[in-house]
Structures are given as structure tokens and as C-alpha cells.
């Protein structure tokens, strides 16, 4: 590769949106670097990437398995590893970047193997168990949460947010597909499809007496509700998905949600209060260690699912709202926008540039 050759990058990230757009706003931010991607066949990935960088695919898949199966899938990340060896040497790639999950386990290897430079970034309070096996081979791991380091005592860390998409940083509260009135208290929900089902349950159950009350809903439930429809109300609005998140979460008085990192990154950068419902089956419970760090700081209310009432939740939202905001709401909005980073991406992209750079710099010392 000559000297004027553009930097050239390989993105490992797959699955969720939770891992796929914070690489896509780092992405964005190295308009200078040849960039390829790493994912896995059937994800989010193969409708995302496509359009903006050449997508390599490789086959690995979780490693929460039991008996033969665990076999199976070891056999598979040797080869996923050995394909990602391959393209990295055969590319010429300068260094890796990922943002964790068991699509960077044959990524950070290969690399390591190599020689090259990994910037990990993990976006959870509680780490998740392939970054903390793997942090220690990386270049640099950028934090989400500055608690996360606790668990990464041999890795080099610095805590710099979660990227978030570009339209937060400059969308608009106005939604002109929703009829919403500018001055009516407005109250968000956002479950997703996995295991959502329970809370949307919870949320029809107290909206009657919301509505009532005059807050306006608009209510995110997946694809995977039956029931999605079965609420019917002028004030209240049922959406599988609404692909104008950033506005409507700047728009919102108060959102109730689950408590992945993406969600929470977009709450803080929206700078809006919110209720959280951990997803209680997520790996090692971190959604309630990421809800944490939020109620802990005041910017949110962290309700266990298992312990919630549809009582106990009709009057919280109720008591947040009444009469415009109440002054908990009001301290809630600023504690979230204190724990905002908006300009993640620019720092995670430095940082990239900085350990390429880095690398570069003591391999033509070697020569």
C-alpha cells in the first residue's frame, strides 16, 4: 500500500441496531478511510450496509450454548475466524474496528493474529462476556458508561458515550404524520419486538385512565404484539415501528422503555425523562445495570418489570405529568442531557485514527 493510499478499515458489527448504528455513525465520521464491513448472513446488517460499504459475511452465532451444540458453534468461530484472517491479510486492511457481540470474537482474534490494531466499543455498563475476554487484545476499548471500566481492569479504557445516528444531533420535534397539538402532554413508549409484549400489555391496561387525564400517546409495540390494535382511541397512536424516532423522542415529555444502551444514548442526546423497564431475561441482567446508572444520576425511574403494577404505573405517569410537568419531571430533563455525550462518534473516529496511526508508526520503525 503506498503512503498516499487511503487508510483502510474493517467494521465488525451485527445484529441490532443497538451494535449496527453506533459503527455507522463512527463510520461516517472517517469519510477519508476505505471501509469494509464484517457481519453475519440473515441480520440487520445485510439491509444497512449494503448501500454504503462492501459487506463481507462470515458464519458465527452465540456462544450461550449447552452440550453438542457448543461444539458446533466453536467449529464455527474457527472458521469465521480463519475467513476474517484471510480478509484482513489478503485486504491489506490497517486495522479493526468493533462494537462488540460474537461477531467480534473471530474479528478481534484475526487481527491479533496479524498484528493489527482493534478499537472495541462497548456500549453497556456491564460489559458483555466476549468484551471482557477479549478486551485484553485490544488497542483501546471506548466505553459507553465510565463504570464499565470496573469490569475491564487489564484492558486500556477511556470513556467516551455511545455513538448515536446523525438525525439526533439535528432533528426536529415536529412530526407532521402524527396530529399532535403542541401543547398536550406527550407520552412515549417504546418496547421493540423483544420481549415487549408484556409491557405493552401493561401500558393498554393503564391508558384508558392516561387518556382520560388528556396525555396523548404514541406507543411503539413491534411486529410481534397480537394485540397491537386492540387499543382504539383519537389521542392514542399504535405503531409496529416509526422510523422518526429522533423527533419524537425530542418531542416527548416522558418515554417508558426498555433499557438497552442504544435506547438510553438516544434519550440522553434527545434529553428526555424517562420510566425504564428492564428487559429481564437480557444476558447477565445489564439492562438494569445500564437503568441504573440513569435513576442513580436522577434521570430516569428504573421499575423492575416483575415488581410493576398496572396501578403503580398509572400513577407515577400520572403524577409526572400533571399540570404541564412536575418539577421531578423538569430535573429529570436535565439530568439526561447531563449524561449526554453528542459528540461520541467524533471521539471514537480520533481515536480510531489515533491507533492506526500509532501502528503504522512503529511498523516502519521495524523495517
Known amino acids: 500500500m503506498s503512503d498516499t493510499s487511503p487508510p483502510k478499515l474493517l467494521i465488525a458489527a451485527s445484529g441490532t441496531g443497538g451494535h449496527l448504528f453506533p459503527a455507522i455513525a463512527v463510520a461516517a465520521e472517517l469519510p477519508d478511510y476505505q471501509i469494509e464491513w464484517l457481519g453475519v448472513p ?48 489478503q485486504g491489506k486492511f490497517q486495522g479493526v474496528f468493533t462494537t462488540g457481540g460474537y461477531i467480534a470474537a473471530p474479528a478481534v482474534i484475526a487481527a491479533r493474529l496479524l498484528g493489527l490494531p482493534v478499537l472495541l466499543h462497548e456500549s453497556n455498563a456491564l460489559p458483555g462476556k466476549v468484551t471482557r475476554f477479549l478486551s485484553r487484545w485490544c488497542s483501546v476499548v471506548a466505553l459507553g458508561f465510565k463504570v464499565a471500566q470496573r469490569s475491564l481492569p487489564k484492558a486500556h479504557t477511556v470513556w467516551v458515550g455511545t455513538p448515536v445516528r446523525s438525525q439526533f444531533l439535528t ?34 391496561e393503564c391508558a384508558p385512565t392516561w ?11 413491534g411486529e410481534n404484539d397480537p394485540d397491537s390494535q386492540s387499543l382504539q382511541h383519537p389521542h392514542y397512536f399504535p405503531r409496529p415501528f416509526y422510523d422518526q424516532m429522533a423527533g419524537l423522542l425530542k418531542r416527548a415529555d ?56 398496572a396501578a403503580r404505573l398509572t400513577e407515577q405517569v400520572l403524577a409526572l405529568l400533571k399540570d404541564g410537568g412536575s418539577a421531578e419531571l423538569k430535573a429529570m430533563a436535565a439530568q439526561t442531557a447531563a449524561i449526554a455525550v453528542p459528540d461520541s462518534a467524533v471521539r471514537v473516529a480520533k481515536l480510531i485514527r489515533e491507533c492506526l496511526a500509532a501502528s503504522q508508526r512503529a511498523s516502519g520503525s521495524r523495517r
Not at 450461550?64 to 484471510?86: E, H, N, P
Not at 387518556?211 to 409495540?221: F, K, M, N, R
Not at 418515554?255 to 438510553?264: D, H, K
Open 42 to 89: 440473515d441480520r440487520l446488517e445485510t439491509k444497512l450496509v449494503p448501500a454504503c460499504y462492501p459487506l463481507h459475511l462470515v458464519g458465527v452465532e452465540g456462544f450461550q450454548k449447552k452440550g453438542l451444540d457448543v461444539l458446533r458453534v466453536s467449529l464455527k468461530l474457527l472458521g469465521a475466524t480463519w475467513q476474517t484472517y484471510q480478509l484482513l491479510r
Open 211 to 221: 387518556l382520560e387525564a388528556g396525555i396523548w400517546i404514541v406507543h411503539q409495540t
Open 171 to 204: 432533528a426536529s420535534p415536529e412530526l407532521p404524520d402524527l396530529p399532535l397539538p403542541a401543547d398536550v402532554p406527550l407520552l412515549v413508549v417504546v418496547g421493540g419486538s423483544q420481549g415487549a409484549v408484556a409491557v405493552n400489555r401493561l401500558i393498554r
Open 254 to 309: 416522558l418515554v417508558i422503555g426498555r433499557s438497552g444502551a442504544g435506547t438510553l444514548t438516544e434519550l440522553a442526546i434527545a434529553q428526555t425523562p424517562s420510566i425504564l423497564i428492564p428487559y429481564p431475561f437480557a444476558a447477565e441482567d445489564h439492562q438494569t445495570v445500564n437503568a441504573r446508572v440513569f435513576s442513580e444520576a436522577g434521570a430516569a425511574l428504573l421499575m423492575p418489570q416483575k415488581q410493576l403494577t
